[in-house]
């Protein structure tokens, strides 16, 4: 690792006044810390907010929820409210990372991790997303983990977070601290931007920003919610491709269809023209491969991922045929309690 | 830069880089070598310890985030003589050949019973809802994060199974 100082903030304030273009956060460090050691990030100052009080509690939003960011990935994999009423964030959780891992990464770690493109962690290999102009090595190269949409001709990465796509089914928002200390909800696609010519700008968060919670909106009563991972082993790996899916049918159609899809853009990915072609359907194969077709249609694959549209409609009608029940539940899918 | 930590019910005064990571601090500053370096990066879980009783992997983390914490290692939980429960079970079952990784393994099966004791669900855990039964692919799933390159699994899993449920 190059030289850095370590401060420790006591307050937000603190943290803010702290941060600035030289300087990174580190939460759980589970991420910057490995980046650190093969110098991909060089930050001159560490602000620990790691003991900043009112981050690391879930509490009551309106009907939904408030995560704080200090939030441990397994505190929130395994609260009981989180497990009843938004099952698809347990399960995404669940799928991510060890266990060791996630009894350190914390929510708004998660959401800021790092592409795990084999270049960008390659300091001897050209990058646009760490030396930005630098070229992009993996356009030539061996692409089996990139994304399928949402790339640009600057960057073809994705994003590796599983707890994100399960958030982005849920409707959440990111809270975020500016430095001025105003604070505002966004929608994951207004927090996370689309690489176009700038991939080392991730998201609106800016240097001296702060993640300073996730909000949940209530529950989706009677839904039945899935997170659906495949990737290379049964368990600790990257995804391919996931599927997250908060579906609630009503007299036989499809009331309500919430997707998002992991593994295979640089943020979690949802597309609104799939989703309406499901909603106030009866659930069928025949609608559900045509709308797995709709997704796929706008994919510009790598040569080495073009394994990803198959296996990304497959995975997605299989999820679906189990979330309106045309097929049998299996684990990863959970049902939500009906309205009281 | 200072750090006070507590490793094994023993208070320690470092001074150090803020470079170092607890692994680091464990193995280099206060010479308790039990504590493996495998891969420095989160991937084999050899390096795994509690703090504050539950399984982190030192090697992820720095010494400077930990001041005042309590740290376990595979040290303190028991030693020749007066061995843990499951540092009996691992000789008991050969749940090791060259032992690297067996720190590691016993440091994360410690805080695995007490996640799974508290009802943790994992993922192939068939309902998030409570009840959680430690069989095969459930212990598999939730060791995971530790690898053996002489894999020794099975051993290791019967281990596990071996000391569940006894203390
Ligand atoms: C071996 C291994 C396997 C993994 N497998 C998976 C997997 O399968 N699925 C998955 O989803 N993840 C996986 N991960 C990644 C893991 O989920 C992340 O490392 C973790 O979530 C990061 O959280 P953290 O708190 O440790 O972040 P840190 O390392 O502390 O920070 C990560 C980044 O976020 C910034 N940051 C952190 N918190 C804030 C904040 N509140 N405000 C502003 N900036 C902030 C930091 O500056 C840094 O750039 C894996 C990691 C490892 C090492
Ligand atoms: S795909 Fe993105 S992260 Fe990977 S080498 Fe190209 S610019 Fe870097
Ligand atoms: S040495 Fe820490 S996980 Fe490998
Ligand atoms: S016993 Fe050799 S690595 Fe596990």
Same mark, same amino acid.
Not at chain 1, 175 to 179: I, P
Not at chain 2, 93 to 105: F, K, L, R, V
Not at chain 2, 155 to 165: C, L, P, T, W
């Given at each position: 690792m190059r030289p850095f100082d370590y401060t420790r903030a006591g307050t937000l304030d603190e943290a803010g006044a702290q941060l600035g273009k030289t300087a990174a956060v580190i939460a759980g460090g589970t991420n910057i810390l490995d980046l650190m050691k093969l110098q991909i990030m060089t930050p001159e100052r560490l602000v620990d907010i790691g003991r900043v009080p009112g981050l690391d509690g879930i509490e009551a939003d309106g009907d939904g929820l408030r995560v704080g960011a200090l939030v441990r990935n397994s505190d929130l994999a395994a609260d009981g409210r989180i497990r009843a009423g938004w099952p698809v964030l347990s399960r995404a959780l669940l799928s991510g990372a060890s266990g060791q891992i996630r009894n350190k990464a914390t929510t708004g770690g998660?959401?800021?991790? !790092?592409? !795990?493109?084999?270049?960008?962690?390659?300091?001897?290999m050209a990058c646009n997303k760490r030396e930005p102009g630098a070229g992009c090595a993996a356009k030539e190269g061996v692409g089996r983990m990139l994304a399928i949409f949402g790339t640009s001709e600057h960057c073809l990465a994705a994003h590796p977070s599983d707890m994100a796509v399960a958030l982005r089914a849920l409707d959440a928002k990111v809270?975020?601290?500016?430095?001025d200390g105003s604070e505002r909800t966004l929608p994951l696609d207004e927090f996370y931007r689309l690489p176009a010519d700038r991939p080392d700008i991730?998201?609106?968060?800016?240097?001296?920003?702060?993640?300073?919670?996730?909000?949940?909106?209530?529950?989706?009563?009677?839904?039945?919610?899935?997170? !659906?991972?495949?990737?290379d082993r049964a368990s600790y790996a990257f995804a391919l491709v996931s599927v997250a899916a908060v579906v609630t049918v009503e007299d036989g159609r499809i009331a309500r269809a919430r997707l998002a899809f992991g593994g295979v853009a640089p943020r979690p990915w949802a597309n609104d023209a799939v989703t309406a072609m499901l909603e106030g359907e009866a659930p069928d194969d025949a609608l559900f491969r045509a709308a797995a077709d709709r997704l796929t249609a706008d994919a510009a694959p790598h040569p080495d991922n073009e394994f990803k549209l198959p296996m990304l409609r497959r995975t997605l009608v299989s999820v679906l045929r189990e979330t309106t029940g045309l097929a049998e539940p299996s684990i990863g899918t959970d049902r939500t309690d009906a309205a009281a | 830069m200072h750090t006070q930590l507590d490793v094994n019910g023993r208070a320690y005064a470092l001074d150090h880089d803020p470079r170092t990571t607890l692994l680091d601090a464990l193995r280099d500053h206060i010479g308790l070598y039990g504590t493996k370096k495998g891969c420095?990066?989160?991937?084999?879980?050899?390096?795994?310890?509690?703090?504050?009783?539950?399984?982190?992997?030192?090697?992820l983390t720095l010494a400077a985030m930990h001041d005042g914490d309590e740290i376990t290692t595979v040290e303190g939980l028991g030693e020749p003589g007066a061995l843990a429960p499951l540092q009996q079970a691992f000789v008991d079952?050969?749940?090791?050949?060259?032992?690297?990784?067996?720190?590691?393994?016993i440091m994360s099966a410690t805080g695995m019973l007490e996640e799974a004791k508290a009802g943790d669900p994992s993922h192939v855990s068939a309902s998030l809802s409570g009840d959680v039964a430690l069989d095969d692919s459930e212990i598999a799933e939730r060791m995971s994060g530790n690898l053996c390159r002489c894999s020794a699994y099975p051993?290791?899993?019967?281990?596990?199974?071996?000391?569940?449920?006894k203390e």
């Open positions: 998660n959401l800021l991790q !790092r592409t !795990r493109c084999p270049y960008f962690y390659d300091p001897a809270a975020v601290r500016a430095a991730e998201t609106v968060l800016g240097p001296d920003g702060i993640v300073t919670g996730v909000v949940l909106p209530a529950p989706v009563a009677g839904s039945v919610q899935a997170y !659906r991972k495949v990737r | 420095d990066h989160g991937q084999c879980g050899a390096c795994t310890v509690l703090v504050n009783g539950r399984r982190i992997n030192s090697c079952c050969d749940g090791y050949q060259c032992g690297y990784c067996t720190p590691g393994q051993f290791i899993r019967q281990a596990i199974h071996s000391v569940e449920g």
